[in-house]
């Protein structure tokens, strides 16, 4: 049997074309990276909690009998979340004329989701409240 008709030997990287060495060495240094990034994230990640914040938008428009009142969600914390639950209220004087929720189904950290309340009271003439009331970690 001859030895030198193997189709893989000890030799077989040294035969090949230089295009190939590099590509080759290209993808390994790319896999080293993406690796070391990888691990770099996992150790320099903190475990602290999610911190919500709502808020109120400036801008309410008015169609026909409804306000539309938006509002901002933010996740200032390290952690993900799902199923976050918002309160809004519209107190005018002493009363609570409206109370409104939504959920936002997903919640990464560092993110900012908009979204609307609907009354069908002038919130202009009350006292808008906006809170967020819990969440699920996924």
């Known amino acids: 049997m001859n030895m030198s008709n193997k189709p893989y030997s000890d030799s077989s990287f040294s035969r090949r074309s230089f295009p190939e060495k ?7 240094a790319l896999l080293a990276v993406l690796f070391s990034l990888i691990f770099y994230s996992w ?7 999610p911190i919500l914040s ?8 008015q169609v026909e009998q409804q306000y539309y009142v938006p509002f901002t969600v933010t996740n200032k914390g390290e952690q993900a979340v799902k199923s976050v639950h918002i ?7 002493e009363t609570i004329e409206q109370i409104g929720q939504q959920e936002v189904d997903f919640l990464s950290r560092d ?7 609907i009354f069908t009271d002038d919130p202009r003439k009350g006292e808008l409240e906006i809170r967020v009331t819990g969440y699920k970690l996924p």
Do not use: C, M
């Open 22 to 28: 590099l590509s080759f060495s290209i993808a390994i």
């Open 43 to 49: 150790f320099t990640q903190s475990n602290k909690p």
């Open 54 to 61: 709502a808020s109120f938008g400036s801008t309410i428009r």
């Open 87 to 93: 309160l809004g209220k519209l107190t005018i004087g």
């Open 111 to 117: 993110e900012t989701i908009s979204g609307v309340f």
